[in-house]
């Protein structure tokens, strides 16, 4: 691992809370960002006492802000400024100042004036044995441009002025990083990292708003850190996230995090994160947070789609279905399911999936490694042994069990308590397509974190799946396995507090499990001779399919009748899938069907499916 430092702007609470919390996470040094200074009680030799007293070294003071201007008086008054900026790093013992380019009116946007100027910053700086990193600002008013950047270095040419680069300036404009590689050995000064969800808008707001740490939004931060290694940078890796929600997160737990995107991003500039991954299989289990009253319907609904009642545990009650492969357990515990104030507590939700692995104990390991705690394993079956099962918690509420097959014949066993049913599988899916999570704001960016650093996952672009009641954000994972199969899972941000007004109290609406058959159509009959009635699609949209596709009549009225809904992408793949009707709030099955090498989930339908499900339920009150 680099260096590791983060800006105090990064943390909430106060100065001493983020320097307490960045210590706690094993930062090496932190950014110290002028307005947190500016506000602390402590006077800046105190401060500077208090940092090292933590084992942490100050590696930036930032930022500088309007340095070069068109009028000359102004420029002096800020070289003057400069001055007393040097003093107070003087007290602070550091000797690294970040100047941004400049966003004003006033900025200088002739770039020999502007390489003078510059010039007249870096020789005060020599002089008081300081330097200056100088960056880019995405909003620069004349300097918007890393290379721009460089090139003013470059003539200036003082060993006191060097390049800030931050992945966040350069990649939301969308700029290749491939030129830092070019970049003059040494002229490097400092790195500034945070990743960003993909968003069509002012980049000031953006920037200042919606960062994220890397590993958390979708910029290929991956081929970013690479280039900045092929130039030589050897000095700290810098976390600088502006963001609404780290503002009202616990210090500890965003610098936790912090410290572990980077050891995530290190992992991706060595290479892919997965080249040192233990080995995974498929998603063979599920289990079902049911609560007493809606277990029965989970039940029905799982016997619909070719589940089996194979067993029940008599300690806990919990049952097991198994169809092929693959296992859900329902449980019916009370206080299990997920609650919210005023929302009735009987809204099934999965709580854990099972993956298969050879190795669990290198998972264990793996997370270790990320600072990710293995949670003790109680559930029936589950004796705690490393070596057969390990689980890691997503959120509070949803686990992922690495799973030895021992572990699972084993498991398995312990259900086979009531008469034993020697019920021949039917063998109607053929194993998991994919799950669909909910993740509340809260646990949003540390879940996404925690699904690519340890599972290795590999993220698109979200996705914004518009829908009756409005646009969700969505994210789809995916972690590819040693069987040639893909782990997929889809995550809809949810709000930590609902709504109870609303028509769908729900917490995303895609809180299901999507299993995958070989054939919609023979699978569509099958499941329902065994009383399945698939949610109802209306005659509009198959309209509206002949319209848009080249399908024959005969095909669209066979998934009109079964309910089938369809989707192509534009290299041919297709995509078939029938929905159970909601349990409760919102939990669903889905059977789907890929051909062609199809990469998405038919997001293109998924307002069909909510509009579908609204109406069932008003016409179920009439
Ligand atoms: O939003 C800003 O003003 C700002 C300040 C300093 C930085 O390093 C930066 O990336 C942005
Ligand atoms: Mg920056």
């Not at 945070?194 to 000031?204: E, G, N, R, Y």
């Not at 040192?276 to 619909?304: F, I, M, Q, Y």
Request: aromatic share 6%.
């Amino acid at each position: 691992m680099p260096r590791t430092s983060i800006a105090t702007v990064c943390l909430s609470g106060t100065l001493s809370e983020k320097l307490d919390a960045a210590a706690a996470a094993g930062f090496d040094g932190v950014e110290i960002f002028e307005p947190d200074l500016i506000a602390s009680a402590a006077r800046p030799d105190e401060l500077a006492r208090t940092v090292a007293q933590r084992g942490l070294t100050i590696d930036l003071y930032q930022p500088f802000r309007d340095l070069d201007s068109v009028d000359p008086g102004r420029f002096a008054r800020n070289l003057i400024r400069l001055e007393r900026k040097f003093d107070l790093m003087d007290q602070l013992g550091c000797d690294l100042l970040l100047v941004c380019s400049s966003p004003s009116a006033d900025a200088v946007t002739d770039d020999a004036r502007l390489s003078d100027q510059l010039a007249a910053a870096a020789a005060i700086a020599r002089r008081r044995g300081k330097r200056i990193a100088y960056e880019a600002l995405a909003w620069g008013a004349h300097v918007s441009d890393y290379r721009h950047a460089a090139r003013l270095v470059a003539t200036v040419d003082d060993p006191a002025l060097g390049n800030c680069l931050d992945s966040f300036h350069i990649l939301s404009r969308g700029d290749d990083p491939s030129a830092i590689a070019d970049l003059a050995p040494g002229s490097i000064f400092f790195l500034q990292l945070a990743d960003a969800p993909m968003m069509s808008m002012d980049v000031l707001q953006w920037s200042r708003h919606h960062r994220c740490l890397p590993g958390q939004g979708n910029f290929d931060l991956g081929g970013f850190i690479r280039s900045v290694q092929a130039a030589g940078y050897d000095g700290p890796w810098s976390l600088e996230v502006f963001s609404d929600i780290f503002r009202h997160a616990d210090p500890t737990r965003t610098a936790r995090d912090a410290h572990r995107s980077l050891r995530y991003l290190s992992e991706l500039g060595a290479g892919s994160p997965d080249t040192d991954s233990p080995d995974a299989g498929s998603v063979v289990s599920v289990r079902v947070a049911a609560g007493p009253v809606l277990a029965p319907k989970v039940a029905e609904t799982l016997s619909h789609i070719g589940f089996d009642l194979q067993g029940v545990d008599s300690g806990t009650g919990l049952q097991l279905y198994r169809d092929a492969g693959l296992a859900v357990v329902v449980d019916p515990t009370a206080g299990t399911v997920w609650t919210a104030p005023g929302v009735d507590p009987d809204m099934p939700t999965i709580a854990q999936i099972g993956v298969r692995s050879d190795h669990p104990a290198s998972w264990a390991q793996r997370a270790a490694a990320y600072d990710v705690p293995v949670a003790p394993v109680s559930a029936p079956g589950t004796d705690g042994n490393a070596d057969e099962v390990v689980r890691l918690d997503v959120t509070d509420t949803l686990a992922i069990d690495l799973r030895a097959e021992a572990s699972a014949a084993d498991w398995q066993e312990r259900f086979d308590l009531v008469p034993r049913r020697t019920v021949e599988p039917a063998s109607l899916v053929t194993g998991v397509d994919h799950v669909g999570i909910g993740i509340g704001t809260a646990d949003w960016e540390g879940a996404m974190l925690l699904l690519r650093s340890v599972f290795g996952m590999s993220v698109d672009d979200g996705l914004d799946l518009p829908d009756a009641v409005g646009t969700m954000r969505s994210q789809a994972l995916t972690m590819p396995t040693s069987s040639g199969a893909t782990v997929r899972i889809v995550a809809s941000l949810v709000p930590n507090q609902l709504d109870t007004r609303g028509p769908l109290r729900r917490r995303g609406g895609l809180t299901h499990v999507a299993f995958e058959c070989a054939d919609i159509v023979e699978t569509a009959r099958a499941c329902r001779a065994r009383g399945l009635r698939a949610l109802s699609i209306p005659d509009n949209y198959y309209d509206d399919l002949a319209a848009r596709f080249d399908l024959s009549d005969t095909m669209i009225d066979g998934m009109r009748s079964l309910g089938i809904l369809y989707d192509a992408d534009a290299d041919g793949g297709e995509f078939f899938h029938f929905f159970t009707p909601t349990i409760g709030e919102d939990l669903f099955f889905e059977v789907v069907c890929r051909r062609g090498g199809y990469r998405g989930y038919g997001e293109a339908n998924s307002a069909v499916r909510v509009a579908a499900e609204l109406h069932r339920r008003a016409v179920a009150e009439v």
